[in-house]
Nanobody, 120 residues
Framework: QVQLVESGGGLVQAGGSLRLSCAASGSGFSINAMGWYRQAAGKQRELVASITSGGSTNYADSVKGRFTISRDNANTVYLQMNSLKPEDTGDYYC???????????????WGHGTQVTVSS
């Protein structure tokens, strides 16, 4: 079982910055990829950014050049969000894709979400 603890959301003015973090803990798993999704009011959840265990990153077109995803060696993923826009407002969810050990089964886990509000 994997537990995810998110932090870093809040209220910021347009043009400002926030940094989200998500720490994964537990036992019996290896992490394949970590990422952040967001869901705005009345919209579907969408991928914001992801990073694989090998360090490959992927970003939504709408955040390229403004957001940076990174990961440390302690199973924590970060999302540095700069030049924030009102359309970045939403609930941000941490996502972790894992493989169980020793059975090698895929498992996906979600955080509870952290709210980001960007005022104009």
């Amino acid at each position: 079982q994997v537990q995810l603890v998110e932090s870093g959301g809040g209220l910021v003015q347009a043009g400002g910055s926030l940094r989200l973090s998500c720490a994964a803990s537990g036992s019996g798993f290896s992490i394949n990829a970590m990422g952040w999704y967001r869901q705005a009011a009345g919209k579907q959840r969408e991928l914001v950014a992801s990073i694989t265990s090998g360090g490959s990153t992927n970003y939504a077109d709408s955040v390229k050049g403004r957001f940076t995803i990174s990961r440390d060696n302690a199973n924590t993923v970060y999302l540095q969000m700069n030049s924030l826009k009102p359309e970045d407002t939403g609930d941000y969810y941490c996502n972790v894709d894992t493989t169980t050990t020793p059975w090698g089964l895929p498992r996906r886990y979600w955080g509870h979400g952290t709210q980001v509000t960007v005022s104009s």
